[in-house]
């Protein structure tokens, strides 16, 4: 099993900025890519972005190129999501997920539905203002 806590949500005045954090423990070897995913109030969960912990390759939701940005410390089993001029409509629950996710899912961009990752954290709610 994995735990996950995500941390660094918030509530931002348009155009700021956060940094959210994804604290890995547990069975961390039994995966390879962490992953931060966005549900907002009636709409469909969606995947941001991923990295591949051994390699630090990243991939990500069009939408999410160039304000987002995921890194990570191995050394704190910590993985990291910069976000960059924020809009309301980046408003919703952030969830990061870990899972051992077939290259082929990365590469096509299905690892957004987040149906690939069996471990979730709890949640970080982002707020954004107008």
């Known amino acids: 099993l994995v735990q996950l806590v995500e941390s660094g949500g918030g509530s931002v005045q348009g155009g700021g900025s956060l940094r959210l954090s994804c604290a890995a423990s547990g069975d961390t070897h039994s995966s390879h890519s962490m992953g931060w995913f966005r549900q907002a109030p009636a709409q469909a969960r969606e995947g941001i972005a991923v990295?591949?912990?051994?390699?630090?390759?990243?991939y990500y939701s069009d939408s999410a190129k160039g304000r987002i940005s995921i890194s990570q410390d191995n050394a704190k089993n910590t993985v990291y999501m910069k976000m960059n001029n924020l809009e309301p409509e980046d408003h919703g629950m952030y969830y990061c997920?870990?899972?051992?996710?077939?290259?082929?899912?990365?590469?096509?961009?299905?690892?957004?539905?987040?149906?690939?990752?069996?471990?979730w954290g709890q949640g970080t709610q982002v707020t954004v203002s107008s």
């Open positions: 997920a870990t899972a051992r996710v077939p290259l082929g899912v990365l590469v096509t961009g299905s690892w957004a539905t987040g149906m690939d990752f069996p471990y």
């Open positions: 990295i591949l912990t051994g390699t630090g390759s990243t």
